[in-house]
């Protein structure tokens, strides 16, 4: 039986979600950011505790506290985890302002999930389990026996799933839905000389980020050159990578030594891929400033993949749907007697389909009267895919069930064509967006971050 640590199957969970949430383009309209809410005033263990050690409040975030036990936990969780992984350990004042740090990212993020009503059912966790043990080969039991053989209960690794997926499906909302590239940016990325000397390069890679604060003054800024100048002063000198990212790094992956793994190297922003291009397997670049903070990166490795220009012609669908998704304020049953009212009005032709999505469906589609592009095989899921190859053009579905919610679909237009040739847009799209997202992630953790309620109690 393989090895599965936690943070592996973590990731599995974040793919997974990813694939799932994402396919479909389906993205909810987000409501206004909610008001800062009053710190609490204090912190009491319940009247029948009995335990000798009282606990107490490390960190307020907004309306919630992180007690020193929590803490405690999972300052030993990450250090059991780098021990596991031979990772250079930082000093432990380091390692617990690290941890600290991400347990307030992660706790702003996750009240904000809960304020725009992001949730994740028991049967959605379950199919998530199934699936992460299916990647990991294993069977659920055997996935449990081995959790529990690392020594996490089967139950908060449960829960950690849960939270991983809420974190993925908020970021998708939040920064994902409103990314968009056009079609003469891929035009002139196409045309572009870097574009095909790079296309086909992947680069392992490690960051050290120091942060610049939202709307920082000048003083702030040059303080964090300043931190930026020290860390490579370090790595000059001979420093671990690892251990100093493990130190210094604003990044969710300080921890991991800072590594963020194989990326396209035409997917990164260009100022960031041109540098690490010129290196060699090892070598590190002077810091990169974008409008998050600086960069400090680090080629680990790099590889070329091979060219796949001979692709098959195979059949594309474009189609459009109309996406209802189940909420606490609307029920299955009532998303499927919504349905079946509006497909009445397909039916009789008092009313057209992308009118209907317009008005009524819940993704960022609806803007675009459903209109979900020109579909290749294995582009949405299967319970959606199967149905949608089943019909005729012109021709609207009953309501499809999956895991975003509850569908109608339609299809508009089917053609035969060259796969090789509309795949490179996809790819030259897709590495577009690639390097959107990173930044623009960056970007909204760090608002994120900012805009919480944020005190750090002294213990008493």
Same mark, same amino acid.
């Given at each position: 039986?393989?090895?599965?640590?936690?943070?592996?199957?973590?990731?599995?969970?974040?793919?997974?979600?990813?694939?799932?949430?994402?396919?479909?383009?389906?993205?909810?309209?987000?409501?206004?950011?909610?008001?800062?809410?009053?710190?609490?005033?204090?912190?009491?263990?319940?009247?029948?505790?009995?335990?000798?050690?009282?606990?107490?409040?490390?960190?307020?975030?907004?309306?919630?506290?992180?007690?020193?036990?929590?803490?405690?936990?999972?300052?030993?969780?990450?250090?059991?985890?780098?021990?596991?992984?031979?990772?250079?350990?930082?000093?432990?004042?380091?390692?617990?302002?690290?941890?600290?740090?991400?347990?307030?990212?992660?706790?702003?993020?996750?009240?904000?999930?809960?304020?725009?009503?992001?949730?994740?059912?028991?049967?959605?966790?379950?199919?998530?389990?199934?699936?992460?043990?299916?990647?990991?080969?294993?069977?659920?039991?055997?996935?449990?026996?081995?959790?529990?053989?690392?020594?996490?209960?089967?139950?908060?690794?449960?829960?950690?799933?849960?939270?991983?997926?809420?974190?993925?499906?908020?970021?998708?909302?939040?920064?994902?839905?409103?990314?968009?590239?056009?079609?003469?940016?891929?035009?002139?990325?196409?045309?572009? &000389? %870097?574009? $095909? /000397?790079?296309?086909?390069?992947?680069?392992?890679?490690?960051?050290? !980020?120091?942060?610049?604060? +939202?709307? =920082?003054?000048? &003083? %702030?800024? $040059? /303080?964090?050159?300043?931190?930026?100048?020290?860390?490579?002063?370090? !790595?000059?000198?001979?420093? +671990?990578? =690892?251990?100093?990212?493990?130190?210094?790094?604003?990044?969710?992956?300080?921890?991991?030594?800072?590594?963020?793994?194989?990326?396209?190297?035409?997917?990164?922003?260009?100022?960031?891929?041109?540098?690490?291009?010129?290196?060699?397997?090892?070598?590190?670049?002077?810091?990169?400033?974008?409008?998050?903070?600086?960069?400090?990166?680090?080629?680990?490795?790099?590889?070329?993949?091979?060219?796949?220009?001979?692709?098959?012609?195979?059949?594309?669908?474009?189609?459009?749907?109309?996406?209802?998704?189940?909420?606490?304020?609307?029920?299955?049953?009532?998303?499927?007697?919504?349905?079946?009212?509006?497909?009445?009005?397909?039916?009789?032709?008092?009313?057209?389909?992308?009118?209907?999505?317009?008005?009524?469906?819940?993704?960022?589609?609806?803007?675009?009267?459903?209109?979900?592009?020109?579909?290749?095989?294995?582009?949405?899921?299967?319970?959606?895919?199967?149905?949608?190859?089943?019909?005729?053009?012109?021709?609207?579905?009953?309501?499809?069930?999956?895991?975003?919610?509850?569908?109608?679909?339609?299809?508009?237009?089917?053609?035969?064509?060259?796969?090789?040739?509309?795949?490179?847009?996809?790819?030259?799209?897709?590495?577009?967006?690639?390097?959107?997202?990173?930044?623009?992630?960056?970007?909204?953790?760090?608002?994120?971050?900012?805009?919480?309620?944020?005190?750090?109690?002294?213990?008493?």
């Amino acid at each position: 039986m393989r090895h599965t640590g936690l943070h592996q199957i973590s990731l599995a969970a974040a793919l997974l979600c990813a694939l799932t949430a994402g396919t479909a383009n389906a993205q909810s309209a987000a409501p206004a950011a909610p008001a800062k809410p009053a710190a609490p005033t204090g912190f009491l263990p319940p009247a029948s505790s009995s335990a000798n050690v009282i606990d107490s409040i490390a960190v307020v975030v907004n309306d919630e506290v992180i007690t020193r036990n929590e803490l405690a936990g999972r300052v030993r969780d990450i250090e059991n985890r780098m021990r596991a992984a031979n990772a250079p350990m930082p000093d432990r004042e380091d390692l617990e302002r690290q941890v600290t740090e991400r347990m307030i990212v992660e706790r702003a993020q996750l009240q904000l999930a809960a304020e725009y009503g992001v949730k994740i059912s028991d049967i959605e966790l379950d199919r998530a389990i199934v699936r992460i043990a299916e990647g990991q080969k294993m069977s659920v039991q055997e996935l449990r026996n081995a959790m529990e053989k690392d020594g996490m209960p089967f139950a908060t690794f449960r829960e950690e799933i849960r939270k991983e997926i809420i974190l993925t499906r908020l970021r998708e909302h939040e920064v994902d839905a409103k990314i968009q590239v056009s079609d003469a940016e891929v035009d002139t990325f196409m045309a572009g &000389e %870097q574009a $095909a /000397a790079a296309q086909n390069v992947e680069l392992n890679i490690a960051q050290i !980020l120091v942060r610049i604060p +939202d709307n =920082a003054s000048p &003083e %702030q800024i $040059a /303080a964090r050159r300043a931190r930026a100048d020290e860390v490579m002063r370090q !790595l000059r000198t001979g420093a +671990d990578f =690892a251990r100093v990212a493990a130190t210094f790094s604003d990044s969710p992956d300080a921890l991991q030594g800072g590594a963020v793994g194989w990326r396209p190297a035409n997917g990164l922003p260009p100022v960031i891929g041109e540098a690490l291009l010129k290196l060699n397997a090892g070598q590190v670049t002077e810091p990169i400033r974008s409008s998050t903070g600086f960069h400090i990166l680090k080629l680990v490795d790099k590889r070329t993949q091979a060219k796949q220009d001979d692709a098959p012609v195979v059949q594309q669908t474009r189609a459009r749907h109309i996406l209802l998704k189940i909420t606490p304020t609307m029920s299955e049953a009532e998303a499927q007697k919504k349905l079946t009212e509006l497909k009445a009005q397909v039916d009789s032709k008092s009313a057209k389909f992308e009118d209907l999505a317009r008005q009524h469906s819940n993704d960022a589609s609806a803007a675009k009267g459903g209109d979900l592009g020109w579909l290749y095989p294995g582009d949405t899921m299967p319970e959606f895919e199967n149905v949608m190859n089943a019909l005729k053009p012109g021709e609207v579905s009953g309501i499809v069930k999956t895991p975003l919610g509850l569908h109608l679909i339609e299809v508009v237009e089917r053609k035969a064509d060259d796969q090789a040739k509309e795949r490179k847009r996809q790819e030259a799209r897709q590495a577009l967006f690639a390097r959107k997202q990173q930044e623009a992630l960056e970007d909204w953790e760090r608002q994120v971050r900012d805009r919480a309620y944020v005190e750090f109690r002294e213990q008493g």
